[in-house]
């Protein structure tokens, strides 16, 4: 049983280019969140997908959008990026009903994003 | 707004003695609160959660965490520390999203 799965692993960008991370949700999940985690920090919540559609935004820009698919994978777009954006960018999935308030959530490894 | 804190940025602690990882939460209603581990470049892996009913929950790796109402407190405590077990600690509260702390590294020595 394939966990959550994230690609690239890393990736290095300059200011201003735009980036794609994407994330394939543990087998039987249906909802994938998205965390951004500077160096040294906590994750912080950027945004939740599911059926196809944003459900929960944390305190992100509109730099930052994704998608979600009827696969249920999804993926993080950052356009313009800054230096600050630098960080490692964690999904994390679970099933919406089953799941609630009370359900784990279960992260993938992380895209490690560079900008430089 | 809900949150947690963690105190404590570093603890340090001998191999084989007890460990304590300490969080506090501020939330309304009833806390969903959760204890995760982040090994280096690794992604966060569930260790364990309260919910409701008895005060100690046991999790993975022998890990346990005491749930103190009145303290507003969710302590993460093991017996006897494993070189092993060295890593960042998260806790972190539930509502409709999960909202960590800043993480507290463990660093076990031998």
């Known amino acids: 049983d394939a966990g959550v799965t994230q690609s690239p692993t890393h990736l290095i960008k300059t200011r201003g280019q735009q980036v794609t991370l994407r994330c394939s949700p543990k087998?039987?999940?249906?909802?994938v969140s998205w965390y951004q985690q500077a160096l040294g920090q906590g994750p912080q919540f950027i945004f939740q997908y599911y059926e196809e559609e944003e459900r929960q935004r944390g305190n992100f820009p509109d730099r930052f959008s994704g998608h979600q698919f009827p696969n249920y994978s999804s993926e993080l777009n950052v356009n313009a990026l800054l230096l600050g954006d630098s960080a490692l960018y964690l999904c994390a999935s679970s099933f919406r009903l089953a799941g609630g308030p009370t359900g784990e959530l279960f992260f993938g490894e992380g895209s490690r994003l560079t900008v430089l | 707004a809900q949150s947690v804190a963690q105190p404590e940025d570093q603890v340090n602690v001998a191999e084989g003695n007890p460990l304590t990882v300490k969080c506090t939460y501020s939330?309304?209603?009833?806390?969903?609160l959760f204890w995760y581990v982040q090994y280096p470049n690794r992604g966060l892996q569930f260790l364990l959660k309260?919910?409701?009913?008895?005060?100690l929950v046991k999790g993975s790796y022998g890990f346990e965490a005491e749930f103190n109402k009145s303290q507003t407190s969710f302590h993460l405590k093991k017996p006897s520390a494993l070189v092993s077990d060295s890593a960042l600690y998260f806790c972190?509260?539930?509502?409709?999203?999960?909202?960590f702390g800043t993480g507290t590294r463990l660093q076990v020595f031998p």
């Open positions: 087998s039987g999940h249906d909802t």
């Open positions: 972190a509260v539930k509502t409709d999203k999960l909202i």
């Open positions: 309260y919910i409701t009913g008895d005060n």
């Open positions: 939330v309304s209603g009833n806390p969903y």
